[in-house]
């Protein structure tokens, strides 16, 4: 564990790191964010990565930090959300329900009504649809889905995947950060049709949306107008904005959560994660690949890093880790 002058002079030292790497990123008159606020009353939390979020689009999303960015803005079909401070509780997601038929290989999904998309256009059948086609036209979309052969509606709020084998575990493969739902008019063809992703902001459903975007920080913004705050619980966003910042050093990522300049460093190896868990005030969850995400107390609604968390769940406490 730091001292308090050793934590005192990380937290300098990483300060510094973060106003070097932000010289020329940060517009100007972008005003300075709060790293935390009141228990469970919004806040800023920070989370460290290692790779920058160079894609926004969902299905391109090559890194782990690319996923943590378009999980929040592109919601995949049939994830469930758990609401802030009661994260055992959870609902369905854009996905009301789900059946299989002919030994699972046709899936019928009734869509959530309702819902409309960061540039104001309906979730619907049709918009489902063309993320479907998308996902049969492109490498990527095939990679992901690799036994879809058509999809189609045949009623408004209904939705129907052909697939060319038997897959009863193709509900939970929709739920996949890469099958995030994308605005058909932030497509390339709108059709769906071997599309591009068009722009990066106002493409999904979900409780956040990209404010910024540099090399060193991304900032995900709450979206006052997501489906989960009309909802007949409050499903959250409890926080009021995400900030990404990225750098690849795993020891730096565990300085700036020592210094509480991060609430979450990603992607920290088996050393940093020994330093950490010696901090009564840092937890340690494990992750893929023999890697390590750092968690500081404050922080709920965070329980697993082998799988990219919706933050619409999650929520700071008091904690104050400077101390």
Do not use: H, Y
């Amino acid at each position: 564990m730091l001292t308090r002058f050793r934590r005192l002079a990380v937290r300098g030292a990483v300060v510094l790191a973060v106003l070097v790497a932000g010289c020329g990123g940060r517009d100007e008159g972008t005003p300075a964010i709060s790293p935390s606020g009141p228990p469970g009353e919004g806040g800023t939390l920070v989370w460290a990565v290692a790779d920058r979020v160079v894609s926004a689009d969902p299905l391109g999303a090559d890194t782990r930090s690319e996923q943590i960015a378009t999980r929040q803005v592109n919601e995949p079909l049939t994830a469930k959300v758990s609401p802030p401070f009661d994260p055992e509780r959870s609902v369905p997601g854009l996905v009301r329900s789900a059946r299989s038929s002919d030994g699972d290989t046709v899936w019928t999904f009734e869509l959530r009504t309702g819902v409309r998309f960061q540039d104001n256009s309906p979730f619907n059948a049709a918009a489902v649809r063309a993320n479907g086609v998308r996902w049969l036209t492109t490498a990527a979309g095939r990679a992901a889905l690799p036994g879809l052969v058509a999809v189609d509606s045949p009623r408004p709020n209904e939705v129907r995947f052909a697939l060319s084998s038997p897959d009863p575990g193709f509900k939970k493969r929709l739920a996949s950060p890469r099958l995030g739902i994308v605005s058909p008019k932030a497509l390339q063809p709108n059709t769906g049709e071997g599309a591009v992703l068009s722009r990066s902001s106002q493409t999904g459903t979900g409780p956040f949306e990209i404010r910024q975007r540099t090399p060193a920080l991304t900032l995900l913004a709450r979206n006052t107008d997501w489906w989960g705050r009309f909802a007949s619980v409050d499903l959250g966003p409890a926080l009021e904005q995400i900030e990404l910042r990225s750098d690849p050093s795993p020891g730096i990522r565990l300085a700036m959560l020592d210094a509480g300049e991060a609430q979450l460093a990603d992607e920290l190896g088996r050393v940093e994660a020994a330093q950490a868990e010696d901090d009564p005030l840092l937890s340690v969850l494990p992750g893929t690949e023999d890697t390590f995400l750092g968690v500081e107390r404050s922080v709920r609604g965070v329980t697993s890093a082998r799988e990219i968390p919706a933050l619409s769940g999650a929520w700071l406490t008091g904690v104050n880790v400077a101390g």
